[in-house]
């Protein structure tokens, strides 16, 4: 597998995971849950001119950083949708994502309300909802083998109430992962509606 030059798990010039070095993560995850991760099955393609939100900030000449993505055929043959865009299907690593001003939306659509990544070689039907912010997108990849069809859900962008129109969540497993600065954040995160006064 492709390995970056710092051994560290977040990129020097941005706040966000880098998910080459997730599987310690993604493996304590996975015995919670009842399964196990190939960490051989992926191989990690790279782009090496990655610029994240500290770089400009920071007024100082660094060096871009590597951002590795970890490719497998799960990650391959997977395909996802965006509620936003309906009728439109996307990769799990939407290569056209490098070019903007935000290269982390690569993972899985980036910061969007509700999307679905369906795996069609999985047939268990196992399911599992990801209640996350943008850390959890380079996250859920890795998770993918395990299940049929993994929906994330950021509750920045769609109020909780509305949810049950629009996702079921019957015997589906359920995940919450929040950075720690959005956790503690709780404006940042939508509340459930107020009931109508009687």
């Known amino acids: 597998m492709r390995q970056p030059q710092q051994s560290y798990p977040y990129y020097r010039t941005d706040s966000h995971w880098r998910q080459e070095k997730l599987f310690p ?6 015995a919670g849950m009842g399964f196990d991760l190939d960490h051989e099955s992926y191989t990690g393609e790279g782009f090496d001119r990655f610029y994240g939100v500290y770089y400009g900030q920071s ?28 009728g439109q299907r996307f990769p799990v690593y939407d290569l056209s994502q ?11 659509c980036g910061p969007s309300a509700i999307v679905t990544a369906r795996n ?5 039907g196992r399911k599992l909802i990801l209640f996350r912010d943008s850390f959890a997108s380079a996250l859920s990849p ?18 909780p109430d509305a949810l049950g129109q629009m996702v079921d969540f019957t015997g589906q497993d359920v995940l919450f992962m ?11 995160v939508r509340g459930v509606s107020e009931p109508p006064a009687s």
């Open 142 to 159: 890795l998770l993918l083998d395990a299940y049929s069809e993994i929906t994330l859900i950021d509750l920045r962008y769609v109020q």
């Open 25 to 30: 993560v993604a493996d304590t995850l996975a």
């Open 120 to 124: 069609p070689g999985n047939a268990s």
């Open 98 to 108: 490098l070019d903007t001003v935000d290269p982390y939306s690569l993972f899985m």
């Open 178 to 188: 929040y950075s720690a600065g959005l956790f503690n954040t709780s404006d940042s």
């Open 59 to 86: 007024a100082l000449n660094i060096k871009p950083d590597e951002m590795i993505w970890l490719v497998s055929d799960t990650t391959k043959n997977a395909v996802v949708n965006n509620m936003e865009k309906p």
